[in-house]
């Protein structure tokens, strides 16, 4: 049984899974920059989100790329939105994918969470484009 000071393997497994899809820079920079407020913040989703939910095997990287993007997108998360498309460059999820994505959002849930979805998505791929990010960008601490 691991101890508080002893990551448990779920944990492990979830820090492996958000280094393969958010990048290596990325997920070092949120461990550096974590304290004693956030730290178990951050290994609540390492541990959840990584580990339970992005390390399972029924969908690939790219599906749940797909989905994290349009159920961010749906819910105003732009931030959060545009660091998961600068990931889609790890998970193989594709600009049309995205966009297909993106289509849904303005179906089920507004055209207006989509149109501002849409134009973050642009940026990011831009930013991509021009070399700026290679999927492993992301802005705060609290960065899934």
């Known amino acids: 049984m691991p101890t508080e000071d002893e990551p448990s393997e779920r944990y ?3 820090l ?4 393969t899809v958010l990048g290596e820079a990325h997920v070092e920079r949120a461990l550096a920059n974590q304290s004693g ?3 178990p913040f951050q290994s609540l989703i390492t541990e959840a989100a990584w580990g339970h939910v ?5 969908w690939t990287k790219r ?3 797909m989905v994290t993007i349009a159920l961010l997108a749906a819910l ?12 889609t460059a790890r998970t193989g999820a594709t600009m049309d994918d995205i966009r297909e994505a993106l289509l849904h959002v303005a179906i089920y849930a507004g055209v207006p969470a989509a149109n501002q979805a849409i ?15 290679h999927g ?9």
């Open 37 to 39: 407020f956030d730290g």
């Open 63 to 65: 599906e749940r790329s």
């Open 119 to 133: 134009k973050v998505a642009r940026e990011a791929l831009a930013g991509m484009k021009e070399g700026e990010g």
């Open 54 to 58: 992005w390390s399972r095997e029924t």
């Open 76 to 87: 105003g998360h732009y931030e959060e939105m545009a660091m998961h498309v600068r990931a």
């Open 16 to 19: 492996a899974t958000r280094r």
């Open 136 to 144: 492993d960008e992301g802005h705060g601490q609290a960065a899934l």
């Open 12 to 14: 492990l497994q979830g």
